[in-house]
């Protein structure tokens, strides 16, 4: 058996014990190694399952993992979901569907945070879904809401996903993160023009929040000091080549412990829930890092990322053809895979295919975060409809899904926007360059 034909058993052998029910991570190193001892002998997988791992994340670029977790479990804690949404609720309640998209916009900030969908969807539902049941919004609908806002976290800095992503494909992370601006800007725009839409074309669908002073909007910012000060350490830090992506996560998360201290909202018990959580979400993360990077390098014994790139630009087709195709297999597999899994088991293969196809790697890596988000709402596994249904068990979980569909149809636009303006991904890492 030839080592290329062993490469693609291994990989069809990966989906197989995943979907078996057995551990991703464990699934990838089992393989890895026995493709390696089939490929080579026992002792050489036996040096690689040594030593890979420790190769592979005692880097100091991956200490940005843990410092963006605790950065967002010390946002959990610190009460400034409250303030955010108040702050949007200021600006934006009178309007048609204003606490819809007052909602939409919170979740962007607070995404700022955490770098997490699923955080986002959770403290942004514990408190946008009671009020805009309130004011007559459709349980669904208000929790659909919640739970697409919440995808605005993978984009808008810091992002887990991107530094995943950054990881594994060896592209720039600063990049990929700055990258990650203003799709996710176009993202709440068109969320909350979709939402606007609907209101204006059901107007009793909700009510209208009193109109608000100009200066009790302006007074209502004071309440949003911290977030933007994240912002812009993060945001400003990275594009203007102050901190590196560590540095910036050390900066945010610093930047973030002072702010909960000065919100007098985080106890000892507190800090110590989110040390204890951000130490378990990082070894999940690391634990998968582990079993994958053995897996990488059996693909890399048996090239099966570069025979299928060759492959695959020996076709007589067009590459939009192709990238649509990819674009399906990604939103198929969104629907039962998480996002970092999914990353880890198809980017090895994917992303040298993309390349040669000349696509950009870094906008690549805002198409595939997005296509992410859309798995996020999509069932079976749809994370973020699942965590908004445990805040609100009183409606039906179809309801949310059904009701999510709009969201997703928004988001294949905005995926559409890149494909026509890839400027959109592109423009601001491509200044970065300047500084």
Known sequence: MDILTIGWLGFVALFVFVLLGMRVAFAAALVGFLGIWMVKDISVAARVVGFTPYEGVATYSLSVIPLFILMGYLALNSGVTKDIYFVGR????????????????????FGACTGSSVAAAVMIGKIAIPEMKKYGYQPRFAAATVAASGTLASLIPPSITLVVYGM???QS????????IIPGVVSAIVYSVMIWTRVKISPGLCQRLPNV????KFSSLKKSWGVLCILIIIIGGL????FTPTEAGGAGAFATFLMALGMRNLSIPELRKALLETAQNSIMIFVLI????IFIRF????????????????LQVSRLFIMLGILAIYFFLGMFVNTIPMLMMTLPVIFPMVVALGYDPIWFGIIITMLCDIGLLTPPVGMNVYVVYSVAPDIPIEDIFKASIP?????????????IFPEIATFLPGKMARF
Request: proline share 1%; charged share 5%; no cysteine.
């Open 173 to 180: 992370i600063s990049a990929l993160l700055i990258a990650g």
């Open 213 to 216: 002073s100009w200066k009790d």
């Open 90 to 109: 200021q600006w934006f309640g009178h309007l048609s569907a204003g606490l819809g998209i007052a909602t939409v916009f919170g979740s962007a900030l």
């Open 239 to 242: 594009y203007f080549g102050i």
């Open 299 to 314: 693909l890399a014994l048996t090239r099966v990322p570069y025979s299928f790139a060759e492959f695959v630009n020996g």
């Open 407 to 419: 969201f997703v149809i928004a988001q294949f636009f905005v995926i559409a926007l890149l494909f």
């Open 290 to 293: 582990f079993g994958f990077l």
């Open 168 to 170: 594994i494909t060896s």
